[in-house]
């Protein structure tokens, strides 16, 4: 099946820090991938829509100057958190599909962000 | 209206049971619809697509109504490893854009 890779799977760094996260798609190429946030015992949260060689489409509420997303190849998305500060500690997950509307998203392993 | 409603849960039965969790969408325009199954503190994970004649995979059945625009998970014969979040995943209508519902969770007791 479909194999999403992310890292770092854990990120523990100081308060102003820019983290960068990675998500590739190992066995098929993905047009399209996906950025959600996920806080205890809430749902997962569409962050952005990260579209390979155009901008990226950010979700109402979410600081596209604050989480950079760049999608470079078909295989790899990136998110950077920059400046990031405690209350953007999280579970970030990136989630990708065949580019057709009855194809299921496969997820990463996630990221699980914690800043100090 | 949320776009993808479900009961949060918990639902907490005995192994063995049977249980059903349901998921309204909002936008009749949505075609594609999931179950994902969610483990504490990890990644979700594809349970099954849920197509329009309703489909079964072991011991789980999902179920789609178009009128009352809902989906539907039973589960029989349950299992201590069953215990997890079940998320309904809507695809927003005519697109790919995958909406989550907050998930139901649910816990099997010995």
């Known amino acids: 099946g479909a194999v999403v890779s992310q890292h770092p799977s854990r990120v523990i760094c100081k308060s102003g820090t820019s983290v960068k996260i990675e998500c590739r798609s190992l066995d098929f190429q993905a047009t399209t991938m996906f950025w959600y946030r996920q806080f205890p015992k809430q749902s997962l949260m569409l962050m952005a829509t990260s579209n390979e060689g155009s901008k990226a489409t950010y979700e109402q509420g979410v600081e596209k100057d604050k989480f950079l997303i760049n999608h470079a190849s078909l295989t790899l998305s990136t998110l950077t958190v920059t400046s990031a500060h405690p209350e953007d500690s999280s579970f970030y997950i990136c989630?990708?599909?065949?580019?057709?509307?009855?194809?299921?998203?496969?997820f990463g392993d996630g990221t699980r962000l914690s800043i100090l | 209206r949320k776009e993808v409603e479900q009961d949060p849960g918990p639902f907490n039965v005995p192994e063995g049971a049977t249980v059903a969790f349901n998921c309204t969408y909002s936008n009749s325009a949505s075609q594609s619809f999931f179950w994902y199954r969610q483990d504490c503190r990890k990644e979700p994970k594809l349970l099954m697509s849920?197509?329009?004649s309703g489909n079964e995979d072991g011991r789980f059945t999902a179920q789609l109504n178009r009128a009352s625009q809902y989906i539907s998970l039973l589960i029989r014969d349950s299992k201590l490893s069953d215990s997890a979040t079940y998320l309904c995943?809507?695809?927003?209508?005519?697109?790919?854009?995958?909406?989550f519902g907050r998930g139901t969770s649910l816990i099997v007791h010995p």
């Open positions: 995943v809507v695809y927003r209508g005519g697109s790919y854009i995958p909406t």
């Open positions: 989630s990708a599909s065949l580019a057709v509307s009855n194809q299921p998203q496969h």
């Open positions: 849920v197509y329009s």
